[in-house]
């Protein structure tokens, strides 16, 4: 059962392009949606996060947008740099309960 | 800054044997998770733990699996009899006690099941 799903396993993008992530998910229930980068050997980090009250959240180069509507969130980076070159997963959690569900993530080639 | 760390970094066993993944989350945390990734597979949730008990677990986490706060510092995953199925790396993350606050993970564990 798979309740959070980004369906584009791999990107690639010119350097000083923009970047669009994808992620959907099913469970109405969730209010709280993030991302987290991954290099490879090493655990995801935290990149971003945006509430369900909100629409958009922005942090320097990286914006979440949520469409609640249609259950769908997207993460833009701009302008792509080669170091953002990772997997990004996106995850979702509810205020009921704890656990977070993942994506099977999406491995971001930035071009130099 | 503080971070989450596991050990080992690779861990192999041989199919029925026990294994213990260490991890020490950080030091003002007060909810533990472990998460699992199957090569080429997502994140998946395994257990949640809070207050020394499980707040949550998933179906994954079955009766070979078990979680300790054995001191002030360290957070377990035992796997009583491991399968073949349970090679995956193993990832502790934790958080700090508002809900919506980001997880932070470890590094890591690399189980290989032969």
């Known amino acids: 059962d798979q309740q959070v799903k980004q369906n584009s396993p791999s990107l690639s993008v010119q350097e000083g392009r923009i970047s669009i992530l994808n992620c959907d998910y099913t469970?109405?229930?969730?209010?709280?949606f993030l991302w987290y980068k991954k290099y490879p050997a090493e655990g995801p980090t935290f990149l971003i996060s945006?509430?369900?009250?909100?629409d958009k959240n922005e942090d320097g180069r990286f914006t979440v947008f949520l469409n609640k509507s249609a259950k769908h969130l997207s993460l833009h980076i701009v302008p792509s740099q080669p170091g953002d070159s990772a997997v990004y997963f996106c995850?979702?959690?509810?205020?009921?309960?704890?656990?977070?569900?993942f994506g099977t993530g999406t491995s971001l080639t930035v071009i130099p | 800054e503080p971070e989450v760390t596991q050990t080992p970094s690779h861990q192999v066993t041989q199919m029925g044997q026990e294994v213990i993944l260490r991890c020490v989350p950080i030091?003002?945390?007060?909810?533990f998770y472990w998460y699992r990734q199957i090569l080429g597979q997502k994140v998946e949730f395994l257990v949640s733990?809070?207050?020394?008990?499980?707040?949550?677990k998933s179906e994954i986490f079955d009766d070979q699996f078990s979680v300790e706060r054995p001191d002030g510092s360290n957070f377990t995953l035992k796997i009583r009899s491991t399968k073949l199925e349970d090679s995956a790396m193993y990832f502790c993350?934790?958080?700090?006690?508002?809900?919506?606050?980001?997880?932070?993970f470890g590094p890591g564990t690399r189980l290989t099941v032969l």
């Open positions: 733990f809070y207050n020394n008990e499980i707040s949550e």
């Open positions: 030091s003002n945390h007060l909810y």
């Open positions: 995850a979702a959690t509810s205020y009921t309960g704890n656990q977070f569900y």
């Open positions: 993350a934790s958080n700090r006690p508002i809900h919506y606050n980001e997880q932070f």
């Open positions: 945006i509430s369900s009250i909100k």
């Open positions: 469970n109405s229930m969730f209010d709280y």
